[in-house]
């Protein structure tokens, strides 16, 4: 757990890294009939290996997708949180496909920690999507995160 008081300290700090996560075809077929978005280039191998992707790739959104279980591997809650919701996005930019069958890990990055008062905090990180053996991010983000706080310190974990 990090303490809000220590949160200024970590601007322009890494404050975390995710473990690999499996982009595998199977989650990209269900993230694409859950989403309705069935081209080509995700979901059939065949026609995918003439483009110069050579295969099926992931979605951008899928890849985007891991964010949240990357946050929570990777990025400390702050004491006593109750709840974090998202807030939004200042920028997402897609700079790489991802193959079907490669792994993605997520760096963070705290690039703000605003006091909102009434125990929220509303926190940017840049968030760096790696893929494994690649020579460029998957995708690079400036996720904003809300973080709120129980007013007597008493987090959801801790009764």
């Given amino acids: 757990m990090t ?10 700090q890494e404050v975390g890294v995710s473990k690999w996560f499996d982009v595998t075809q199977t989650r990209i077929d269900a993230f694409a009939d859950c ?4 081209q080509f280039i995700h979901v059939d191998p065949e026609a995918a290996k003439a483009t110069p992707f050579g ?6 959104f899928l890849t985007l997708s891991f964010a949240s279980a990357m946050s929570y591997d990777a990025v ?8 974090g919701v998202n807030y939004g996005f200042d920028k997402v930019r897609f700079l790489a496909p991802v193959p079907a069958g490669s792994r993605i890990r997520g760096r963070f ?4 920690a605003d006091d909102k008062g009434e125990g929220r905090w509303l926190l940017k990180h840049e968030l760096t999507v790696e893929i494994d053996g690649g020579d460029k991010p998957a995708l690079i983000a400036e996720w904003l995160g809300m973080q709120m706080l129980a007013p007597d310190g008493r987090g959801a974990d801790k009764g």
């Fill in 3 to 12: 303490q809000a008081r220590q949160l200024q300290d970590l601007i322009g």
């Fill in 109 to 112: 990055r705290l690039l703000s």
């Fill in 76 to 83: 400390a809650p702050l004491d006593g949180i109750v709840m």
């Fill in 55 to 60: 295969g099926t790739i992931a979605h951008g």
């Fill in 35 to 38: 989403t309705e978005d069935h």
